[in-house]
């Protein structure tokens, strides 16, 4: 295992530097990262160094380590904190113990009660570790949590949210029958039971939310004699994924379906309907199969309860379908927003070879371009884009679909999601240089304010702290704390030089309410302390403002 990372924090360099100096950090398997004196350093030391250990002084000047102690716990939970202080004081080690303080020391430390201490800790950590890295242990969990991510997987296929390349993958692992010729999807619902009906079934009378529970059981106790299928429960239905070898089969599937209503209405007392979709030949299609059993199990209205309905024997031959849906507009999107031209063009051949290798009726193909083309408008709608820009002057999309060929409708198709993507990545970009200048000009009204933090200018530009904190440093190649520091100081660099206030004036009107600390921060930025600064000759004065942001 490689070495743990070390931040020690306290406000005396001599007691800092002898601790790092006395332990032999690297055969404790430690290593000592970085150091601070005070807990506003020390918590800008971890943002950027991440240690394993933070091992701190209580009694500093500015942030003190009980504090620093409750901003680590909140932002970084893993890190183990060891707190020594000259205090003798129980309400100190209480408040250790509330934050989940490793270790509370008290002043002097020996080195020999110090190694003993990372001794115990390493071990402590060496533990975690391997726990994290326990294969057994994490193939455990996964088997335990097994039933939850095939239930999640198979939603995922109804809805049509599971990527063609995850399917294959996972549907092994989920125990699906991948040499399966055909799929189908039906649904078995328990519509309300009378009231007699209820008297005579005892404890379902009072136990209604048990009843889909009951015709799952059913489902799986006689189905089974008639067909290979999974099983699950979602949104009040029994949900039936069956699998066959010949197109023929779904015959059985409506007998064994007929036989679930009738023997689970009885259980039930109440009427029990199935409704079965169509026969696809993949996975990946399983989503039409499953709207098509809903629309199945309506005609119950119709054709009475108490009975499987299969969608082929009420409408029209639906076998070949041509539908956009959900997971292709996803896969378009991504690819408009994230991917290059290349992935463009990969996801709009797909699409194009999906559907030119059947023999699609030309309504069906004219309504799927209808659909992709508002999904496209639906993109440029929401960044706001200049839709003259994207499909040229005098757009008119039907004419366009209508009166072209395939070939020529697919190459304008990729070209728009070019442009699209190009005028969404320049929005994005123009978005993030705003967010940016519109922040430092809040930095620029605010500065003085001694309660101005990131939450307060998020809440603000109505972005979260972490989207902006990624994108301010991007753009300006500082944390928000450094360039509020630096406001700061430029604007009492100002005021030394333009009035006679004192420092203490100074430090308020910058939004220190600490002088002390703002002495300390001008002194680490500029190698002066404030009233050495005012009092320097010229020369000095002039190196100092070099350093200062344009």
């Known amino acids: 295992m490689g070495q743990y990372r070390v931040i020690v924090v306290d406000d005396e360099e001599e007691i800092r530097e002898g601790i790092i100096r006395k332990i032999d950090w690297n055969a404790l398997g430690y290593e000592v990262v970085g150091s601070a004196e005070n807990g506003v350093e020390a918590l800008e030391l971890a943002e950027h160094l991440h240690p394993d250990v933070i091992m701190t002084d209580i009694k500093m000047s500015f942030m003190d380590g009980l504090q620093l102690c409750e901003h680590i716990a909140e932002k970084m939970p893993s890190v183990k904190m060891i707190i020594f202080s000259g205090f003798d004081d129980f309400e100190y080690a209480q408040k250790a113990i509330k934050l989940n303080v490793t270790e509370y020391l008290l002043k002097p430390v020996n080195a020999q009660e110090l190694t003993q201490t990372l001794k115990k800790l390493k071990s402590q950590l060496d533990q975690e570790l391997a726990d994290q890295r326990d294969i057994e242990k994490l193939r455990r969990n996964y088997e335990e949590s097994l039933p939850v991510l095939r239930e999640q997987f ?21 125990q699906l029958k991948l040499d399966a010729k055909y799929w189908a999807v039906a649904l078995v619902h328990a519509e309300g039971g009378t009231s007699q009906a209820l008297d005579n079934v005892g404890p379902l009378r009072s136990a209604q939310e048990l009843v889909p529970l009951s015709v799952a059981k059913t489902v799986e106790e006689m189905l089974g004699r008639f067909c290979h299928f999974t099983s699950f429960l979602y949104m009040d239905n029994v949900v039936i994924l ?43 299609e399983i989503s039409r199969s499953y709207q098509e059993a809903q629309s199945a199990r309506d005609y119950s209205a119709i054709m009475g309860e108490g009975r499987a309905i299969y969608i082929k024997d009420v409408e029209p031959d639906t076998s070949v379908q041509l539908q956009f849906g959900e997971q292709e507009e996803r896969a378009l999107i991504n690819a408009i927003k994230l991917g290059g031209e290349e992935e463009i063009t990969k996801v709009i051949n797909e699409m194009f070879s999906h559907f030119e290798s059947q023999l699609i009726p030309v309504a069906q193909y004219q309504v799927y371009l209808v659909e992709l083309v508002t999904a496209l408008l639906r993109v440029v709608r929401t960044y706001e884009l200049n839709t003259d820009e994207v499909f040229g002057e005098e757009f008119n999309y039907f004419a366009t679909i209508f009166s072209h060929s395939p070939s020529k409708i697919r190459q304008w198709l990729i070209e728009s999601c070019i442009r699209i993507s190009a005028q969404v990545k320049r929005e994005r970009l123009d978005s993030t240089k705003l967010l940016a200048r519109n922040a430092k000009q809040y930095i620029e009204e605010h500065y003085m304010d001694p309660e101005i933090s990131v939450e307060k200018l998020c809440a603000v530009l109505h972005v979260s702290p972490a989207y902006f904190s990624t994108v301010f440093k991007r753009e300006t190649e500082m944390s928000f704390v450094s360039y509020l520091t630096e406001v700061r100081l430029q604007n009492a660099l100002n005021l030394l030089n333009t009035t006679d206030d004192k420092t203490y004036v100074i430090a308020g009107k910058v939004g220190y309410t600490e002088p002390n600390y703002f002495s300390y921060v001008f002194k680490k930025r500029f190698g002066v302390s404030p009233s050495k600064y005012r009092q320097s000759a010229p020369p000095v004065r002039e190196d100092v403002d070099k350093g200062r942001l344009e």
């Open 242 to 284: 069956a699998d066959f070898q010949g197109e023929n089969s779904v015959a059985a599937l409506i007998t064994g379906l007929n036989e679930v209503c009738k023997s689970a209405g009885r259980i039930w007392g109440g009427d029990i309907s199935a409704g079965i979709g169509g026969l696809c030949t993949n996975l990946n």
């Open 154 to 174: 198979l939603v995922g296929l109804l809805e049509g949210r599971v990527p063609r390349q995850r399917v294959q993958a996972q549907a092994g692992m989920f």
